[in-house]
């Protein structure tokens, strides 16, 4: 869910039918034309990380200047900005990530391994190779994949670790009066939380069993490794966004001011 715990607007769900739809053809020997698509579908999700990246940043400041009328706020911003730290960690990782992947398949494609853009994947000549990636995230024999540095082994650990520190935390939270939830809201945010966690399909395939690693990156090609990375992404800002949200409204005195009602 991209909504952050609400409705999905309608362009928000042809997103997930589009990332859906081309996620299944990649079963099938999809030629450039149709990864293009798939490029689309990037895109939008790069824009949607945009708007999410600054709406967590306007919140955040609503929040922190709802410390001075509302002393009882401030240790739960303090919080809030403990998970924000926690997110970004991750989210830096993927990025640094991905770039070590474009620069892996496409050496002359990036420069000193920068955050590849869509503009650089869009130009690029090898966005259908599906062994390099693969063998990057040290997929390369799925019966004993790597463990090292930047693989999906590692992004894996990173995201279920992060999972497991932010449960901690409101966990730990809500043993304390003074950072105390909401039942509905404790559970809600939990259950926002294993959105990021990583699990097995535990599928068969010729004989080897699927994991989370190998459903989003075995043998998928360059565009679709992309694509999947900057939906984790995105699924991070949607779940700080979760934080902020329900953080704030704990704390009982984050006013948002409406200009306009409608029916």
Do not use: C
């Amino acid at each position: 869910n991209m909504a952050g715990g609400g409705k999905e607007t309608p362009r928000q769900k042809m997103i997930g039918m589009m990332y859906l739809v081309l996620t299944a053809l990649l079963a099938m020997n999809v030629s450039k034309q149709i990864l293009q698509g798939y490029l689309s579908v990037n895109e939008s999700l790069v824009k949607s990380k945009q708007n999410l990246t600054e709406n967590n940043t306007r919140v955040t400041k609503a929040f922190e200047a709802s410390i001075g009328g509302n002393a009882a706020a401030k240790p739960y911003y303090e919080k809030a900005l403990e998970a924000q730290k926690l997110i970004s960690e991750v989210d830096k990782y993927i990025s640094e990530l991905r770039a070590k992947i474009v620069a892996h398949t496409e050496p002359t494609a990036l420069e000193n391994e920068k955050i590849a853009d869509t503009l650089n994947l869009r130009r690029m000549d090898k966005i259908d190779d599906y062994d390099m990636p693969s063998h990057m995230l040290g997929l390369g024999e799925p019966k004993n994949p790597e463990k090292g540095a930047f693989t999906a082994y590692e992004l894996r650990m990173k995201m279920s670790g992060l999972h497991d520190k932010l449960v901690a935390m409101v966990e730990s939270m809500q043993k304390d009066p003074k950072t105390k939830f909401l039942d509905d809201d404790f559970q809600s945010i939990k259950k926002k939380f294993a959105s990021i966690k990583p699990t097995d399909s535990n599928r068969d395939e010729d004989g080897v069993k699927y994991n989370w690693d190998m459903d989003n990156f075995y043998h998928f090609r360059l565009a679709a490794v992309y694509t999947n990375l900057n939906k984790f992404q995105t699924d991070l800002k949607n779940v700080e966004a979760e934080v902020l949200q329900v953080f704030s409204g704990a704390s009982g005195k984050l006013a948002i001011k409406f200009d306009a009602i409608k029916a």
